[in-house]
């Protein structure tokens, strides 16, 4: 008996010594009663480096016990905490001692919560540190006193989305941000907020010149001085990568995006949308955007707009390199677009959303579609539009694809060429999505031919018909 006892205390002397001594903890808590158990079992742990923790239950209202429980942990390098979607409304869940933070990512989009001081004052205690990712989105928060980020003369990647809130204000945070000589990669969503001068933000921009990555989202504004943000943009010079959404504002008039574009020789990946708002025409943009001739990844957003798209057949004509591209059509969408992509012999990945569009043919395209020997990813959706044939018969020519969607549905489609037996050919394809709803092809015996050329495919995971 005494022997147990000793072993038993030995065993536990092991297994407290093994968890005072762990370094990277990545748990996933499931519901209230978790959060109980593993932030106290998260005490025992002393020497903690690098702690994950997401919280997946909608209906976990507390996570407070994790201040309590990394109290006792003093040398913290990476804190991520994911509890977006929850009930939480308190953010006071971090003590206030760790100050050796790294790397620091917190997400609390759509919850409960209406104040972030003590988040902002733990981060203000970590001047060190080289990434900061906060996503307060769809929460209550009315204000916030955003960190003093001109402190953190080593910070390299700065995401802060506050979108659909109530903050009206960022001129002390555009100021800041111009302080952070080292900053490479800014990410900002301040989109369906009361923000309405962009001047500030275009100032503090315009002095990082060692940005490399750059994305602003501003849907659902009633925006001011977008010339003046166009502008502070157009000196980060050295920018690889940008991302800029308007849509469903006020927007009229994107011609100085294109100017700006110009200046930005540098883009290899750029992501524009202004769907649903007043512009009606792009000619300028497009024709810049010709002129990146290191662009490798293009996605166009201009659903909902009168623009004509005529010109943007001229990118695919002076940029050979385009390995991912997408675009989001509006109804006037010119199919002479389509005719250009076959030349792109780069391409690995195509979105093309022609969904609600004037399109009547895309056999062009699909023609000439097994041109694209890299091809891995092929999205065609032309849901509502008057095309009546789509030809599949140079598919099997994609050997490296390995997802595939089309979208016929609501379509007056007569003929489909060759799908049936293309199919079974496209050796490594994973996945194939057929949405063929309010069409003659919407029927078991139609999909039972498709199905038995999917069994043909060995590594093909899921499917929906």
Known sequence: MGNKSTREIREKIEQFKEDSEKKEIDWI??????????????????????????????????????????????IFEVLKIQAQNTKINDSNIIPSHITTLSRFHLDLSNTQITDVSNVIQVLNQNIQLESIYLNFNKTHITSIKLFDVHLFTQLKSLTLFAGHTQLNNIEQF???????????????????????????????????????????????????????????????????????????????????????????????????QFSNTKVTQADNLFQKIGYLTALKSLSLNFKDTAISSLTLHRILNSIQKIEHLRISANK????????????????????????????????????????????RFLQILISN???????????????????????????????????????????FLNQFIFDTVDTKFHNNEYKERIKQELKKLEYLKEFHL
């Open 29 to 74: 808590i499931h519901n209230q009663n978790e959060v109980y158990e593993q932030m106290l079992l998260l005490s025992r742990y002393f020497s903690i480096q690098k702690l994950q923790l997401s919280f997946i239950d909608p209906n976990i209202g507390d996570i407070t016990p994790l201040r309590d429980a990394i109290q006792g942990s003093e």
């Open 174 to 272: 555009a100021l800041n941000i111009s302080k952070l000589q080292h900053l490479e990669e800014l990410h900002l969503d301040f989109g369906a907020t009361q923000i309405t001068d962009l001047a500030p933000l275009g100032s503090g921009i315009r002095k990082l010149n060692k940005l490399l990555q750059l994305t602003i989202k501003l849907d659902n504004l009633q925006m001011e001085n977008l010339f003046e943000l166009m502008q502070g943009i157009s000196f980060c010079i050295n920018l690889c990568h940008l991302t800029l959404t308007f849509n469903n504002t006020n927007l009229n008039n994107i011609d100085q995006l294109g100017d700006l574009l110009k200046q930005l020789q540098n883009l290899e990946y750029l992501n524009i």
């Open 332 to 375: 006037n969408f010119d199919q002479s677009v389509l005719d250009a992509i076959p030349q792109q012999s780069q391409m690995k990945s195509l979105i093309l959303d022609l969904n609600d569009t004037n399109l009547n043919s895309i056999n062009k395209l699909m023609d000439q579609i097994g041109d694209l020997k890299l091809m």
């Open 385 to 427: 539009t008057q095309v009546e044939e789509l030809n599949c018969s140079n598919l099997s020519k994609l050997q490296n694809l390995r997802t595939l969607q089309i979208d016929i549905s609501q379509t007056p489609m007569q003929k489909i060429i060759g799908l049936e037996q293309e199919l079974g050919q496209i050796k």
